[in-house]
């Protein structure tokens, strides 16, 4: 009779063994792409393939870990691009595909992080006057799963060719210095807005307009680009335009509130360029 507890517990034991082996491709190329960024780069999630084209390792440590602020990265993780072909050993769901990435990393780019939690100055995103949003917020409803209008008008933004939910363009002209640049969001959220201009205002963004659902945003303003191998020299006459903390007011109709409040950081304690094929 007391053999039946023990087995219980063996059972139990085989069962955690089993849960925490990590998830991982069945097969995976890994290429440096160093051609001139084109237009087509990006990822696509698929039941079971993964892609992505001319894209570099730092977003897609951000993808695999649902990391919005990262520390300790290399120059080369954000400024070197790679081609990476994946098949899942069967139809898996995103977050899945997403543990065998974090595996992928680990593996062939030999990525060791932690995260750690600081308490610093922040800002938190507002609306500037109740019921009056700017033009370039606009609300839709959007199945991402179809990536298709599913009531109402179209969006603001993109007629034709709507990319998929929370993807944004950058459009500028490739110079170093003050650069006017148009950004737009598809179908974001305002939290996830609130992080992406978290590296152009100096401080992280969170969210405390209390909207809810999906917008697309339409946003132009002045950027700073720092010199690089495909940026030309600088113009001769200086573009005009608002900064982006000025953009995000006048034409958003929100605004940034200086706080202090806990952040968290994923932070890269080694990662390697990756191992050949």
Known sequence: MRALPALAVFCFAAQTVISQTPLSFEVAS???NST?????????????RFEATQYPVLPLIAQAYGASRIEGAPDWASSERYDIRAKAPGPSS????????QTLLAERFR??????TRTMDIYGLIVAKPG????GLH?????CETNEITEGPDGKIFPGARPRCGNSLVSMRLVS??????????????EKLAVGFSGGVGRPVFDRTGLSGMFDVELQYIREMPPGPFLSAPSREPPQGPTLREAIKEQLGLDLRSERGPVEYFVIDSIDRPTSN
């Open 30 to 32: 890994v290429r440096l």
């Open 36 to 48: 001139f960024p084109l237009a087509g780069s990006g990822v696509q999630i698929q039941a079971e």
């Open 94 to 101: 995103r977050q899945e595909m997403l543990q065998m990435l």
């Open 111 to 116: 990525l060791k992080a932690h995260r750690e």
């Open 132 to 135: 009056a949003l700017g033009t």
């Open 139 to 143: 609300p839709v409803t959007v199945d």
């Open 177 to 190: 210095g003050p650069v006017l640049t148009t950004s737009r969001y598809a179908a974001t959220t305002i």
